[in-house]
C-alpha cells in the first residue's frame, strides 16, 4: 500500500542539495531519513501559514529539462500535490513507447537512479499528480528532469528546519562553527513564519491556492466571540 501523508511536502531532496549545507555533511544520512526530516520541517512551518492561507499551497511547474530525446518526446500535465524533483532517465535498450522499456528514476536531481521500473504500455508515468506521457522512440540515455515547488521562501526555510534538526540532533554541536550558522538559519525560519503569520511578510501569488479568497481579517484569542473586545469598550 502506498504511503499517505497529511502533512504537504514543501521541498525535495534537490532542494536540500541546492539550499543545505555542503552534500558531505548530510552524506551519512539516508535519502529517507531526509525526507521524513523535510516534511516533518514542512509540518512546523504549516502551523504558521495555515493562519493566513488555506491549505494545501498551490504546487506549480517550475522547471522541465530535456536531455536526448531526439526521436521521442515527453508532455508533462496535472498538478502536482506537493514539491517535486523527479529524473526518469531510459536504461538499455530503449525502444518505441509501447514496447517493453526499461527506465531509472531518482528524486534527488543527480546522476544517480536508484529506482528502477518498466514503463507502462501506453507510455504514461504518474507521479504525485503529474502526468508524464512518453511519444515515440525512447533512447538509452534519454533523460527528462522535472521539478515543482511552492513559494521559494518557504523552500529555503524548510531546507534550514530540516538541516538544523538532522545535524544538530546528530550531535552538531550548536555553540560552534557550522552549528552556530545553522541556529541563526533555524531561527531566520521561524521569525519569517511568524511574520507571515503578523502580515509583515506574505506568499507569492503563485502558491496561494485560493488566491480570491481572503483567509485574513480581523482576530481575536481568548474571547467567547470577536466581537467581545468591542463590549468591553462600551
Not at 512546523?44 to 506549480?60: E, G, K, Q, T
Not at 545535524?167 to 552556530?180: A, C, E, F, H, T
Not at 511578510?201 to 485574513?216: H, N, Q
Amino acid at each position: 500500500m502506498a504511503a499517505s501523508f497529511n502533512t504537504q511536502l514543501w521541498a525535495t531532496l534537490a532542494d536540500l542539495d541546492e539550499y543545505g549545507p555542503p552534500v558531505e555533511a548530510l552524506n551519512s544520512i539516508s535519502h529517507a531519513s531526509k525526507k521524513r526530516a523535510l516534511r516533518a520541517a514542512s509540518g512546523i512551518l504549516a502551523s504558521y501559514v495555515r493562519s493566513r492561507y488555506a491549505l494545501p499551497l498551490a504546487v506549480n511547474v517550475d522547471e522541465t529539462e530535456e536531455t536526448g530525446l531526439a526521436a521521442g518526446s515527453v508532455a508533462v500535465t496535472g498538478t502536482a500535490t506537493e514539491a517535486v524533483s523527479l529524473s526518469i532517465k531510459v536504461d538499455a535498450p530503449g525502444g518505441a513507447v509501447g514496447s517493453s522499456i526499461p527506465i531509472l528514476s531518482n528524486e534527488d536531481a543527480s546522476t544517480v537512479y536508484p529506482t528502477s521500473t518498466t514503463l507502462a504500455s501506453n507510455g504514461v508515468f504518474e507521479y504525485s499528480g503529474l502526468t508524464l506521457t512518453f511519444n515515440g522512440t525512447l533512447s538509452a540515455g534519454d533523460i527528462i528532469t522535472v521539478r515543482a515547488g511552492v513559494d521559494y521562501a518557504i523552500r529555503q526555510h524548510v531546507v534550514n528546519i530540516a538541516v538544523y534538526n538532522l545535524l544538530i540532533n546528530r550531535g552538531v554541536d550548536p555553540s560552534k562553527g557550522p552549528g552556530q550558522e545553522m541556529v541563526l538559519r533555524y531561527q531566520a525560519a521561524l521569525d519569517w513564519a511568524r511574520d507571515l503569520q503578523s502580515e509583515k511578510a506574505k506568499l507569492d501569488e503563485g502558491s496561494d491556492a485560493t488566491p480570491d479568497k481572503r483567509e485574513t481579517g480581523i482576530r481575536f484569542g481568548g474571547q467567547k466571540t470577536p466581537w467581545e473586545w468591542l463590549d468591553k469598550k462600551c
